[in-house]
């Protein structure tokens, strides 16, 4: 039904940059929510920001206190791709990402399923 895939993520050392980002393929009519979690070594996956469609007020974007300053989250509705501009990255910043999507039109039914893609290593060199 709905297909995530990430891209962008990589080796970089400590104040650096990347941007990561995710294409939603599938029978898709318009996606509620995008975001991004990660999953650092050892730990549980958490939030790190997602954007909400709202065709009233705009998108409006969310982040963990973690990131905030620091990541800008970005999407376009026409192309269904979501990004994460992480900059000023830290070596806590080391984690797998993984996109997410949150309600969902499809062609046939709207799912409220949540959709995940396999994830992008991002490593931060002390």
């Known amino acids: 039904q709905v297909q995530l895939v990430e891209s962008g993520g990589g080796l970089v050392q400590a104040g650096g940059s990347l941007r990561l980002s995710c294409a939603a393929s599938?029978?898709?009519?318009?996606?509620?929510?995008m975001g991004w979690y990660r999953q650092g070594p050892g730990k549980q996956r958490d939030l790190v920001a997602y954007?909400?469609?709202?065709?009233?007020?705009?998108?409006?974007?969310v982040y963990a206190d973690s990131v905030k300053g620091r990541f800008t989250i970005s999407r376009d509705n026409a192309k269904n791709t979501v990004s994460l501009q992480m900059n000023s990255l830290k070596a806590d910043d080391t984690a797998v990402y993984y996109c997410?999507?949150?309600?969902?039109?499809?062609?046939?039914?709207?799912?409220?399923?949540?959709?995940w893609g396999k994830g992008t290593l991002v490593t931060v060199s002390p």
């Open positions: 954007i909400t469609s709202s065709i009233t007020s705009g998108s409006r974007p």
């Open positions: 599938g029978d898709i009519v318009s996606i509620n929510v």
């Open positions: 997410s999507v949150h309600g969902v039109r499809l062609t046939t039914y709207y799912s409220t399923k949540d959709y």
